[in-house]
């Protein structure tokens, strides 16, 4: 059984770089699963973020890739997510999941940080 | 704006069959047999309920099918019940030289 769990600071300064890492438990992070983040703003839908192959390939959305960067530490087990010049827009609930390499649906879910972005 | 639509909400009564669409493009959901849903309850992740259109993960009960038809991609819930109510979402695959995974804006499944 996937278990992820994210952690990070809850809160994050303005113009500043949101933070985040997933530690992955019962499963190697090198074998088949792409391992993504998504968030979710307060009261609002889920919006994909990227995902990052154990081998480094990376995917992000078009929306962020300026500001996006996700990276993987195979020996730590744990991947992690920068977010930089965030604005309260970025305010949300970010999740950590293991995707299917072929079809991208996701099997596992972490549950979910909130992130405030507020001076 | 989300990138496939979905109904902002739906509703039905107990043992009732509710249908929830999620519509997109040839570019992701047309294009691929890659169609997800997820349920989430209030305060919770997301839980996978159907993958690959129609396919249901170990422990997802017989009562949620998947369907597809061109651009569109259709959840069922069939004799609904109290634990049904909570929010759905779709997904699809849209391929690797472009947004890996998109989301529908998600539906507000009431139990009446």
């Known amino acids: 059984q996937v278990q992820l769990q994210e952690s990070g600071p809850g809160l994050v300064k303005p113009s500043e770089t949101l933070s985040l890492t997933c530690a992955v438990s019962?499963?190697?992070?090198?074998?088949?699963?792409?391992w993504g983040w998504i968030r979710q703003p307060p009261g609002k839908g889920l919006e994909w973020i990227g995902s990052i192959y154990h081998s480094g390939s990376t995917y992000y959305n078009p929306s962020l890739k300026s500001r996006v960067t996700i990276s993987v530490d195979t020996s730590k087990n744990q991947f992690s997510l920068k977010l930089s010049s965030v604005t309260a827009a970025d305010t949300a609930v970010y999740y950590c999941?293991?995707?299917?390499?072929?079809?991208?649906?996701?099997?596992?879910w972490g549950q979910g940080t909130l992130v405030t972005v507020s001076s | 704006q989300s990138a496939l639509t979905q109904p902002p909400s739906a509703s039905g009564s107990p043992g009732q069959s509710v249908t929830i669409s999620c519509t997109g493009t040839?570019?992701?959901?047309?294009?691929?047999?890659?169609v997800s849903w997820y349920q989430q309850h209030p305060g919770k992740a997301p839980k996978l309920m159907i993958y690959e259109v129609s396919k249901r993960p170990s422990g997802v009960p017989d009562r949620f099918s998947g369907s597809k038809s061109g651009n569109t991609a259709s959840l069922t819930v069939s004799g609904l019940q109290a634990e049904d109510e909570a929010d759905y979402y779709c997904?699809?695959?849209?391929?690797?030289?472009?947004?890996?995974?998109?989301f529908g804006g998600g539906t507000k499944l009431t139990v009446l």
């Open positions: 997904s699809s695959y849209a391929g690797s030289n472009n947004l890996h995974v998109v």
């Open positions: 019962g499963y190697s992070i090198s074998s088949g699963y792409y």
């Open positions: 040839s570019s992701d959901v047309g294009g691929y047999n890659y």
């Open positions: 999941a293991s995707l299917r390499v072929t079809t991208s649906s996701i099997d596992y």
